[in-house]
């Protein structure tokens, strides 16, 4: 098999991008994984996950990328492993280390017949305190080795995007490392140096402040993202009040700054809900109600149920009774539909209206929304075809395909009186949209569609 630089342990969403970026900076690198199609295609170089980029960094790896299902070549092969295995949310919100642990106890039993020094960097969000008080003392149980010694630790979680793996880990704003000391940090720090092509900020400090560093950073970002949405639901109640202008205004001042300051549906994936809500807990254990995060929370669950509200009141006063509803992942460029707004809206209508018939098409989603939802509610072939189901379409996702409305929705008003369209991103120019066309755009007055009711919240 010969010597690798690093091994990859777990070949999923992020830790197949993570290797084929490595792999693309001129490190060879072996992959494991349990999952036996992922290491077969790995091993025809063929991307085992949708990513933009992914296939075109594969097509150049050649034989510097390999892939196993067997762990005993891991710590034997290489002198550095990353482990990007799964850490799902527990009842109580905080992170499950079972596949951690699982994925380390092989390897650690291995490295007990090691001489050579092995590194071991986490990159799978943990809750604070895994490391030191559960992992660390596991590779020492099963290895019968010393930290810091024999072995080094590092906690380096990544802050992509799904959509954008690939440009978020070649062009990181910072690289954040917690090290069990020096020697570990400087191995790793060293790895980014090659691999960035930015020059990142490389934050580095001991793995507890990493750990709360990792999860504190997601609690800030849906902090502004619903900062933006509880501002959008104000200018929706007042004519004349733009919210993108608003919002442009407060980021260009650099103590806010502009990212992540739109009013939309982007409370949602596989990090931002259960990082907040992870924080919420860890900080209740250390004696702190944190009541940032569990506002956020709540409001963003209000905030699905009041979006559900309006289409639901705008079906009732339809026709049909139906609603098409465009873009169903999470985000732009995946098929990731985690805690996606779009399916918990769907959820929420079905539930409420049982006459409701919806009509659904994303570009990538298409696949994983029919495991939820079977034969309850219509997949569109195109965009075309899903419109032409309803004169009630939401737009739940920016997707630049979804544009085409502009020129599309001419034809199907010859067969709807009226269209109305609920424009969550304001993707759609109103210059652009024929005047029986109701463009009701969030961040904008909606007129006797809020009402001015007092609502239960
Ligand atoms: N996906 C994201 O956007 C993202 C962003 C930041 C952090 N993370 C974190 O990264 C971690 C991985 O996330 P993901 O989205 O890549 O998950 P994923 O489910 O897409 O992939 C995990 C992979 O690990 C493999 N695996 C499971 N147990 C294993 C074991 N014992 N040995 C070897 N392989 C094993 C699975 O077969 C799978 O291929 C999680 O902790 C997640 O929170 C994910």
């Known amino acids: 098999m010969g010597k690798f630089n690093l091994s990859v342990v777990g070949l999923g969403k992020l830790g197949v991008c993570t290797a084929a970026c490595f792999v693309y900076k001129g490190y060879k690198v072996l992959g494991l994984d349990i999952n036996k199609k992922t290491i077969n295609l790995v091993n025809q170089s063929k991307a085992p996950v949708i990513e933009p980029r992914l296939q075109e960094l594969l097509d150049k790896s050649r034989s510097n990328f390999r892939a196993t299902t067997d762990s005993k070549k891991i710590i034997k092969n290489s002198d550095i492993t990353f482990f990007i295995v799964p850490t799902p949310s527990k009842k109580d ?16 039993q291995d490295l007990k017949n090691k001489k050579a020094y092995h590194l071991f960097v986490i990159v799978s969000t ?35 995007a799904l959509g954008d793996v690939i440009n978020g880990l070649l062009k990181p704003d910072m690289v954040l490392i917690g090290e069990s000391d020096k020697r570990a940090g400087d191995k790793l720090e060293a790895i980014y140096k090659r691999v960035c092509e930015n020059k990142p900020y490389i934050a580095r400090m001991s793995i507890i402040s990493a750990e709360i560093a990792k999860i504190s950073l997601n609690v800030y970002v849906t902090m502004k993202i619903t900062f933006a949405n509880t501002l959008g639901r104000v200018c929706e109640k007042i004519e004349g009040a733009e919210i993108d202008k608003i919002t442009a205004a407060l980021g260009a001042d650099k ?18 809900p259960r990082d907040n809500r992870a924080f919420y807990i860890f900080a209740k254990n250390c004696g702190v109600d944190a009541l940032l995060s569990k506002a956020t929370d709540y409001l963003n669950r209000f905030y699905v149920q009041y979006t559900t509200e ?28 985690e805690e996606s707004v779009s399916i918990e809206i769907i959820r929420r209508l079905l539930l409420e209206n049982k006459n409701i018939k919806i009509s659904v098409y994303d570009p990538l989603a298409m696949e994983n929304v029919r495991k939820i939802f079977g034969e309850r509610i219509h997949y569109a072939s195109s965009i075309d075809h899903c419109l032409s189901q309803s004169a ?21 008003l010859k067969k709807q009186k009226r269209i109305t369209i609920i424009d969550f991103w304001r993707h759609l120019e109103p210059k652009k949209l024929h005047r029986k066309v109701r463009h009701l755009r969030t961040g904008h007055f ?7 009711r007092n609502r239960k919240s």
């Open 255 to 272: 103590r806010v700054s502009p990212y992540f300051l739109k009013a939309g549906l982007s409370y949602a994936g596989p990090c931002f």
């Open 446 to 452: 909606h007129g006797e569609i809020n009402g001015n």
């Open 93 to 108: 919100h905080s992170f499950s280390d079972e596949c951690l642990k699982a994925a380390l106890k092989p390897l650690a």
């Open 392 to 412: 009630l379409w939401v737009i739940a996702q920016p997707h630049p395909e979804f544009k085409k409305i502009h020129h599309l929705h001419k034809k199907h």
């Open 310 to 337: 309006k289409i639901l009141k705008l079906v009732k006063n339809s026709k049909n009774k139906a609603v098409s509803i465009l873009g169903l992942a999470y985000k732009v460029n995946t098929p990731e539909i």
């Open 126 to 160: 943990v809750s604070p305190g895994t490391i030191e008080k559960k992992l660390i003392p596991l590779i020492e149980k099963y290895s019968a080795k010393k930290l810091n010694k024999d072995f080094g630790v590092c906690y380096n979680p990544e802050f992509i």
